[in-house]
C-alpha cells in the first residue's frame, strides 16, 4: 500500500503531499486497539490507508471500550487533526474496528 491511498492526502499540492510524507511514519493497527483516549499524553494525526478507526465516547474511564461510536474514518480521511493544529488531545477515543494501516 502506498499513503497516497488516503483521499485526503490525494487532495494536497504535490509539495504538500511531500512534506506530509517525509514526516510521516507507516502504522499497523488490529481491530479493537485504542490509537488515542482523551488521556493521551500525545496526540497524533493519522491518515487510515486501510481499514477503519470509530470515534468513540467512553462511557467510563474503567471501561474503555464501553459508549458510544459517533463516526467512523477510513481511508477516505484523518484522525486527530486537533493534534495538527496544535489543540492537544481530544475528548474522542479513536477505536480501530478494522484492521489496516495509516
Known sequence: ???????LIAQFAPLDQAWLLKNAKLIQFKAGDILETPD???SRT????SGAVALF???NKAQPNTGWA??????????????ALGLGPSNLTLLVQS????
Open 70 to 83: 459517533v463516526g467512523l474514518v477510513g481511508a477516505e480521511g484523518a484522525l486527530g487533526l486537533q493534534a
Open 1 to 7: 500500500m502506498t499513503p497516497l491511498q488516503n483521499d
Open 57 to 59: 465516547v467512553r462511557k
Open 99 to 102: 484492521p489496516g494501516s495509516a
Open 40 to 42: 493521551s499524553l500525545e
Open 46 to 49: 493519522y491518515f487510515p490507508t
